[in-house]
């Protein structure tokens, strides 16, 4: 409380007021109002600032809206779906005629931290500060990997799922008893028979997609003969490092919000099938997503105007990718004096570098890891890579 409202407040005698306000550099008519205010009411309480009315607010049937909607879109009810639905609302009951604007992605998260629908995540990294990583064509690359389903009786399944780098469409979405190869080749051969096969398959190190029938020397693995055959080749990421494969991690969490909300848990593997289905028509085709401007996978596949695939290298904005073969000191030539040292035990062999800004990747010729390191432009020799983990 100021200081003269405490002695409005308290009816404290200042004797000369014109003195007291010059020592205290308060105005002599905001004084005498005050006091005047106190002995007409009473006692003194400060009165609300908030304008009257204010004519920017969201208008209170839109805050209704987005309220149910809350409730209802779950598990997609983020603000980016709620504005998608509320656009809807606004053309089919003529918002703009009655003056109410379609609130922004802002102003509906502002509503329901009002309202206490929202769950704040301080700790979160902003989105703002990650660079977005992803192939410029539909079917440059395609990524796999399976995520374990809890079924209604309490056992275990797993779904295989394939999205493409570009669209984010759901091109396959498997159940499986468990995670072998046999289920990740019918994943992706699913994949390839819908939609054509990639120029580049990106899994992790998972045992469905690295592990050998009989022993390592074996050759080929089932999963890297499936996809090579159709001329695609096969990248596997560096172990320990998700964010590689980010967007098909990132989908199970949409996958399993989704399943967690159906009325009828599935039993089986059929009925989880059913389900599934279900959900890759409604994602593909009804979902729009943030990183396609609010428009569907399925939108951004045919609209598309140019495809990828096994005989037409993949084009990125932000990324190169490098077939080199290793001299017999072991080394290869990145272009522009520099030279970064492999290994002689890979002398003779084509490897795959990605080059990603400054930051070089490289693989064997079976798309599994060798090392990694950032350039120094200051310096000729790079170097050794840091080894995959």
């Not at 997609?76 to 922004?104: C, Y």
């Not at 796999?144 to 779904?159: P, Q, R």
């Not at 930051?359 to 390191?373: K, Q, V």
Request: glycine share 6%.
């Amino acid at each position: 409380m100021h200081l003269m409202d405490a002695v409005v407040a308290a009816g404290a005698d200042v004797g000369n007021v014109s003195e007291w306000c010059r020592v205290n550099g308060v105005d002599r008519r905001t004084f005498y109002r005050h006091r005047e205010r106190a002995r007409a009411e009473g006692q003194w309480s400060p009165r609300s600032r908030r304008p009257v009315t204010v004519p920017h607010a969201t208008a209170e049937p839109v805050v209704a809206q987005i309220v149910r909607l809350r409730q209802e879109l779950a598990p997609d009810n983020g603000a980016d779906f709620i504005h998608d639905r509320l656009e809807v609302l606004a053309a089919e009951r003529d918002w703009a005629g009655q003056g109410w604007p379609v609130p922004s992605r802002a102003t509906i998260n502002r509503v329901l931290d009002r309202k206490g629908l929202l769950v704040s995540n301080p700790r979160k990294r902003p989105r703002s500060s990650w660079r977005r990583f992803s192939y410029a064509r539909p079917r440059d690359c395609y990524q796999i990997d399976a995520t374990e389903i809890v079924l209604a009786d309490g056992s275990k399944a797993v779904v295989f799922d394939v999205l493409d780098d570009c669209t984010r469409m759901l091109l396959a979405c498997q159940a499986a008893r468990s995670e072998t190869a046999a289920a990740a080749c019918t994943a992706i051969s699913a994949a390839f028979t819908e939609h054509g096969p990639p120029a580049i398959v990106l899994s992790d190190n998972g045992p469905a997609f690295t592990a050998h029938p009989r022993h390592p020397h074996a050759g080929p693995t089932q999963f890297a003969r499936t996809v090579t055959t159709t001329g695609a080749r096969l990248i596997h990421s560096s172990p320990y490092h998700p964010q590689t494969c980010g967007k098909v991690e990132r989908h199970h969490q949409t996958l399993k919000k989704w399943l967690a909300r159906q009325p009828h848990p599935p039993t089986t593997l059929t009925s989880l099938q059913t389900l599934l289905d279900t959900y890759r028509d409604y994602y593909n085709t009804r979902r729009g997503h943030s990183a396609l401007g609010r428009h569907t996978p399925h939108h951004a596949w045919t609209h598309a105007e140019h495809h990828g695939g096994p005989t037409h290298p993949p084009v990125q904005t932000d990324a190169t990718i490098h077939r080199l073969t290793v001299s017999k000191l072991g080394t290869i030539y990145l272009g522009h004096r520099k030279r970064l040292l492999i290994g002689r035990e890979h002398t003779g062999n084509t490897i795959t570098i990605i080059r990603d800004g400054d930051r070089i990747t490289a693989y064997t010729s079976h798309g599994h890891p060798i090392g990694h390191t950032h350039l120094d432009h200051t310096k000729d020799w790079q170097g050794t890579l840091t080894p995959a983990a």
